[in-house]
């Protein structure tokens, strides 16, 4: 049986937290400078009050679920659904009968503008875990006793299933670990092992260097992660060495390499040329070299974005190849992006 199935993640049970109920206020950390008075009290910060108050602190994994797969956000998904099967229509109507305050309404248009970074992210969640003198402790969010209407970080008062992910040689004192990424990635690599395949995984990322990479943003800027909880995307970085560790050595893992050179190796510059020798619109040249910056400059996406490959074993030993004819074994040819392409 794997790890991730014998360590489930999962909050406190509420016996523990009725045990020591003063603990979950001993340490805490701030969410940000703002003020208590711009915090926003959304709907969804409603939601997750009446939650706190009724089972005690949730995980940040917990958090980030309700507030990127909240019900509201999953109906804006299922007419988005409806509206792309019969047609994408230019206009249409969105009609809510007994609305109120249009609440559920204004929930679901939000979606509208957010829908690619709700799929993105509504299974993928991580659990914060801070190195304490009393060992790993787990992140928690609680709500603030100082201020009624806005939350805060507090750490666990005693072990939680998170702290099995931590590996024993850690050097870092904070850690995302993402437990549904994990179970992806075991998948994956099963089926790689079995069948045959590849898989291709970009994101903004890291090899196991970085440590708080969860914030938010919010009109394409950082936004406090908890202030007005459901008008802002929630997103981390992916820890790189910990997909490679989930895959358990059943594949081969190439990578992380930085979006620039993956481009670079995969022919970006010839294919930037052909387009530009193609056009001879001055506006498409300039929307042409406008997109290559953005991709492949280091302080935009350059260097930010990572590629990293899951492949079967033979591949990369050559198991599934013609020989060489000066070669006693297979040859195996390079893996695209991942080592730089010849180009005859």
């Known amino acids: 049986m ?26 805490y950390f701030s969410s940000g400078k703002e003020p208590a008075e711009n915090s926003l009290v959304t709907p969804m ?9 009724s089972t005690g602190p949730i ?62 992210n509504c ?19 609680d709500i603030d006793p100082q201020v009624s209407d806005k939350l805060r970080f507090v750490l666990a008062p005693c072990a939680t299933p998170a702290e099995a992910f931590i590996q024993c040689d850690e050097t870092r004192d904070h850690v995302e ?7 992806i990635i075991q998948e994956l690599s099963q089926r790689i092992a079995l069948t045959g395949g590849a898989a291709l995984i970009a994101d903004y990322g890291h090899d196991g260097t970085k440590t708080d990479t969860f914030r938010g943003f919010c009109g394409h800027k950082l936004h406090d992660v908890l202030i007005a909880p459901g008008t802002a995307d929630l997103t981390a970085d992916v820890d790189f060495s910990y997909l490679r560790r989930m895959a358990q050595g059943k594949v081969a893992s190439l990578g992380p390499v930085q979006q620039q050179t993956f481009l670079k190796n995969m022919g970006i510059d010839v294919r930037l040329k052909v387009l530009l020798d193609k056009s001879d619109d001055p506006s498409m040249r300039q929307q042409l070299l406008q997109g290559y910056d953005m991709l492949m400059n280091p302080k935009k996406m350059g260097e930010r974005f ?14 599934s190849h013609q020989m060489n ?10 893996v695209a992006g991942f080592g730089e392409l010849v180009w005859r």
């Open 2 to 27: 794997s790890v991730l199935a014998r360590a489930g993640a999962g909050p406190l049970s509420a016996a523990a937290r009725a045990v020591v109920p003063w603990l979950w206020r001993g340490k």
């Open 45 to 53: 910060l409603r939601h997750l009050m009446y939650k706190i108050k």
């Open 59 to 120: 995980t940040v994994a917990e958090y980030m679920r309700e507030v990127l797969t909240n019900p509201a956000k999953l109906l804006g998904i299922w007419f988005i659904s409806e509206w792309m099967a019969t047609g994408k229509s230019a206009a249409f109507q969105l009609v809510e009968l007994g609305p109120g305050r249009g609440t559920l309404a204004g929930d679901i248009l939000r979606v509208f503008s957010q829908l690619g970074s709700v799929l993105k």
């Open 123 to 141: 299974d993928i969640s991580i659990h914060l875990v801070e190195k304490t003198p009393q060992g790993w402790r787990e992140v928690f969010i």
């Open 177 to 183: 670990v993402c437990p549904d990424a994990g179970v």
């Open 306 to 319: 990572n590629f990293f490959a899951l492949l079967p074993h033979q591949r990369l030993h050559g198991g």
């Open 325 to 334: 004819a000066r070669q006693s074994k297979p040859s195996p040819s390079p």
